[in-house]
Nanobody
Framework: QVHSDESGGGLVQAGGSLRLSCAASGRTFSSYTMGWFRQAPGKEREFVAAISWSAYNTYYADSVKGRFTISRDNAKNTAYLQMNSLKSEDTAVYYC????????????????????WGQGTQVTVSS
C-alpha cells in the first residue's frame, strides 16, 4: 500500500508556474502508477495527468496538455506536477493518487480509478 502527501500549492498569478510534489511512503512506490487529479469548487474531481511506474509513459487531460508535466523519481519515492502558463481555471485542490494498475490498462479501459489518495493541496491562480 502506498500513502502519499502533496505539497507545493499556493497562490500564483495567471501565466505563472508552480511545481507540486507528492511524497509517497511504501516500498512498492516504484511499481505504482501515479496520477494527479483536481477538484474546483462546485465541480467534480477531474483527471489531470498520470505516469507509469517506469516514467516511460505519461498521459494528460486535454485541458493541461502542453502546459503541465508529470514526472517521478522512484529513488525519492516522489512524483511531481510541473504547472506552467497557469490560468484562473486551473484553480482547484490538487490530489496525488497511486494505484498498482499499469497505466496502459487504465488508458485502454479509459478508467482512472486510483486506490490511494493524498489529502490535497490548494492551487489558486489569480487573474
Amino acid at each position: 500500500q502506498v500513502h502519499s502527501d502533496e505539497s507545493g500549492g499556493g497562490l500564483v498569478q495567471a501565466g505563472g508556474s508552480l511545481r507540486l510534489s507528492c511524497a509517497a511512503s511504501g516500498r512498492t512506490f516504484s511499481s505504482y502508477t501515479m496520477g494527479w487529479f483536481r477538484q474546483a469548487p462546485g465541480k467534480e474531481r477531474e483527471f489531470v495527468a498520470a505516469i507509469s511506474w517506469s516514467a516511460y509513459n505519461t498521459y494528460y487531460a486535454d485541458s493541461v496538455k502542453g502546459r503541465f508535466t508529470i514526472s517521478r523519481d522512484n529513488a525519492k519515492n516522489t512524483a511531481y506536477l510541473q504547472m506552467n502558463s497557469l490560468k484562473s481555471e486551473d484553480t482547484a485542490v490538487y490530489y496525488c493518487a497511486a494505484d498498482p494498475t499499469p497505466l496502459y490498462q487504465m488508458q485502454v479501459a479509459r478508467s482512472w480509478n486510483f486506490g490511494a489518495w493524498g489529502q490535497g493541496t490548494q492551487v489558486t491562480v489569480s487573474s
